[in-house]
């Protein structure tokens, strides 16, 4: 035990460093995103994330966006407790057989205007799950997809430049579906 103890003060932690609390390219990520929902909505963006079925490791990454390091509610995002509150659904994982039906009553209990981003290999088409008696598939299986966001798992800044390719106006695409 005290050899522990004496291991522990002298030796470095076995750990990745943490990044830096001020990381200037990642709140410049989130403040452009934070500006183009204002731009969009007129007040800023909530979020509601689905993991329908995922192995946790995007979701660590969605997590990361709100954790005390990156603190992203500082510019406007918000994660919110209810689908009823959401603009957007942030869903991860392939579509389980047990989260198919949970999954489109989310959907359903969204207000429209709504997006759904799709996150992470598996959420494009199961990933590796996909053949298994568990999973129904990719999340547009069950729901509209507007936008997939690649990875396993994306990191934070590649979920951020999703939400503002989202968000800036494309002549093409309607809020009104
Ligand atoms: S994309 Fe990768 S990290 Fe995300 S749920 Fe699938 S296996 Fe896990």
């Not at 957007?88 to 009553?105: D, Q």
Request: charged residues 25%; positive net charge; contains cysteine.
């Amino acid at each position: 035990m005290r050899r522990t103890l004496f291991e522990s003060l002298t030796h470095r932690p076995l750990t990745e460093k943490p990044p830096k609390a001020d990381d200037a390219a990642l709140a410049e990520l989130a403040a452009n995103v934070n500006r183009a929902a204002r731009r969009r909505l007129g007040r800023s963006l909530s979020i509601r994330h689905v993991d329908a079925g995922s192995c946790n490791g995007c979701e660590l990454e969605i997590h990361a966006l709100n954790n005390a390091f990156y603190d992203l509610e500082r510019f406007g995002l918000r994660f919110v407790a209810s689908p009823r509150h959401a603009d957007v659904l942030l869903v991860t994982g392939p579509v389980t057989r047990n989260m198919r039906e949970a999954l489109a009553r989310t959907y359903n209990a969204t207000p429209d205007p709504k997006w759904v981003i799709a996150v992470g290999a598996c959420a494009a088409d199961g990933g590796i799950f996909s053949g298994s008696y568990a999973v129904v598939g990719g999340i547009s299986q069950v729901v509209a997809v507007d936008l997939h966001i690649g990875g396993c798992p994306p990191a934070p800044a590649d979920i951020l430049k999703g939400l503002i390719s989202l968000l800036e106006p494309a002549p093409e695409k309607s809020r009104n579906r």
